[in-house]
Structures are given as C-alpha cells and as structure tokens.
C-alpha cells in the first residue's frame, strides 16, 4: 500500500492540474519507500530538488489557470502556496546544513499539504469551474 494513495475526492480538473498533483503524490511516495527502506540518503538529494522543482513548476501553472478563468480566491490561493513554498525551502535549507531527518520531514509535510491543499483550497477551483459551466449552460 502507498504511502499516500490518490482519491477521487482529490479530482479537480481531469486535466493538468490532476495530473501535476498525481506526479506530487507519486513523488511523494517514492520518497517515503527509500526512506522506509533505508534509503533516505541516497535519493533525497534527487527527490528534494525535483519535489521543489516539480511543485514550484505545479504552483505557477495553477495560478495562472486561476487567472485566466477569473477565480475569484485567487489572492489567498498565492498566500496559502507561499507559505508552502517558504516550508520547503527551510527543508532544503536544512538538508544543505546536513540535516539527516529532512526526508521524513518532507514525505510528511508533502503528504498533508497535498492532501489538505487539494481537498480544501483546490476543491474550489473546481466548484468554481462547475458552478461557470452551469452558468454558461443556461445562457
């Protein structure tokens, strides 16, 4: 069983932005499997870089989404995806420094970020997107 497994309450869009969180989560659980195997060390210089990387990449492209279909939460969205920024880079900040608890630290600060960013803040980009398709439905 995955670490952290994807859901169908987790669906957004069908689209890019499912499939950048499904690339997160598999991320994610890679990590975690080396961790819990012992090898923590040997990937999470890979992991970290391309977790930080991956999701800087992820956060941007749903932002822009956001703008270009006039979501109205958008302000708060950045704020919320900031401070997740911020918390990955004191992860790597403390792996540089030589941290050796930084892999577990991040599998779990990713797991729960993702799980509840998803559910909660992106659960209204997608009640946003229904709620415009009914609209222009009706039109």
Known sequence: ????????????????????????VELVNDLHTATSEGRGQEVIERIIHELIRYTKEHLEREEQL??????????????????????????????DQGSI???SQLSTVLRDWLSLH??????????????????????
Do not use: C
């Open 118 to 139: 998803i559910r909660r803040s992106d659960k209204e980009i997608k009640t946003y997107l229904t709620q415009r398709t009914k609209a222009k439905a009706r039109r």
């Open 101 to 103: 608890t930084v892999a």
């Open 1 to 24: 069983m995955a670490y952290f497994e994807w859901a169908d309450d987790m669906v957004i869009d069908k689209g890019p932005i499912d499939a950048d969180h499904q690339k997160l």
């Open 66 to 95: 956001m703008a270009s279909i006039q979501f109205p939460h958008l302000e708060r969205h950045k704020v919320g995806h900031d401070h997740f920024t911020q918390q990955l880079n004191v992860l790597q900040a403390k792996y």
